[in-house]
């Protein structure tokens, strides 16, 4: 079985920074993709930075400039730190990661970011 877990959510001034890490563990043998999502209340779910092995990385045009994502692939770690925070990207931010060359990905349970003066 394989686990995902965030951490370093919470409440942050507009304007602010936050990092979020995210660890992958259990059986895993290889990562091909980790990255992050964002889900606000009444809106859908939404890609925020994905990571592939060997690929491309990909951004929210919303937050191209402000979000950077990065792997620790010794740990099965994946970071994102979010600079010039905005009130708009209040949202529970979950982390993902496709694994073993599965065709379907593992959730963690979200950890809560709130942009408020």
């Known amino acids: 079985q394989v686990r995902v877990v965030e951490s370093g959510g919470g409440l942050v001034q507009p304007g602010g920074s936050l990092r979020l890490s995210c660890a992958a563990s259990g059986s895993i043998f290889s990562i091909n993709t980790m990255g992050w999502y964002r889900q606000a209340p009444g809106k859908q779910r939404e890609l925020v930075a994905s990571m592939p092995s060997g690929g491309t990385t990909n951004y929210a045009d919303s937050v191209k400039g402000r979000f950077t994502i990065s792997r620790d692939n010794a740990k099965n770690m994946v970071y994102l730190q979010m600079n010039s925070l905005k009130p708009e990207d209040t949202a529970v931010y979950l982390c993902?990661?496709?694994?073993?060359?599965?065709?379907?990905?593992?959730w963690g349970q979200g950890t809560q970011v709130t942009v408020s003066s």
């Open positions: 993902y990661a496709r694994v073993n060359d599965r065709s379907y990905g593992y």
